[in-house]
């Protein structure tokens, strides 16, 4: 099986798993919907943002970071742009 076939099982089929987790969770399902181009301060300072949550879902995963702690990073992520960046983003998106 190629990549493609992969890809298409996902997300191509009229019974892929994303449809059938689309229709039976409707209220829990968040997708994002933005796709321009990146805001300013995603330009300054989106990489900073994205290590530190790659960096903190990794340290849980591995059981070296707490849980717990998972809104104070979240609260982290807000004060490096992440705030400011949502903003933005809902400007372009016209809300």
Request: net charge negative.
């Amino acid at each position: 099986m190629k990549i493609y076939d992969y890809y298409w099982l996902m997300f191509g089929a009229g019974d892929s798993s994303f449809r059938f987790v689309n229709q039976t969770y409707p209220q829990d399902m968040l997708w994002n919907e933005y796709l321009g181009a990146p805001t300013e301060t995603m330009v300054e300072r989106w990489s900073s943002m994205q290590e530190l949550l790659v960096t903190s879902y990794t340290q849980m995963i591995q059981g070296q970071e707490s849980l717990d702690n998972f809104d104070s990073i979240i609260q982290q992520w807000y004060s490096m742009g992440g705030e400011q960046s949502t903003q933005e983003v809902n400007i372009a998106a016209g809300r």
